[in-house]
């Protein structure tokens, strides 16, 4: 008896995983869905942010939204990093920069993605873009290996649950220097409808019943 209540269990299961990937990801489109410090726009399909700073001084022209970057520890704790996490070493320490950042649902095996690119007028200092997946830090680009005009990034997750995306750019020592990150085109992988689930949990029961009949036979 206990073995027919397996199937409709695992059809249970199948079905709270899916419902555990409705909390969609945000896009890039816009920013609905995403929290944003400091200067943040969403234009032309894709998020761009910088680390200008609305003071009157040569990088003011760089900013886009009318808002400041804001100082490094509000960006440290928006993107869900412990103080000083986002200095590249003792003497690159950063300063200022933007941010945005969202949370979502996902199933272990679905992969996120997203087209970046990385530009900044820094010629002293590592001005630098970033990834964070709860906790885990991602250096995209910095000032001197700003990269190619478009690439691509994804990262696929292991379990089920929720989880913490940031992406942002930062000013490193010094204030002056405009450097700036777009992201477009993000997504995430789709998982199986939950009748997709139900019809492929039934196959599997139908072979082990066909197993075991054949195993009572012999």
Known sequence: MSKTLVIPSLVAAALTLSAASAQALAGSSTLNGWNSFGDVVAQNGKLSMTSAYIDGVSDEAGNLSGRSAVPIDALEMGAGLTPLTLNLSASEYASEGSLVQQSFSVIAGQTLSFSWSFSSSEATFQDHAFAVINGQLF???????????????????????NVSLALGVVDTVSYDGVSQLNVSDMQISAVPEPGSWALMLAGLAAVGTLARRRSQAR
Do not use: H, K, V, W
């Open 139 to 161: 250096t995209l680009a910095t000032s001197t290996q700003p990269g190619s005009a478009s690439q691509s990034f994804s990262y696929t997750f292991g379990s089920n649950g």
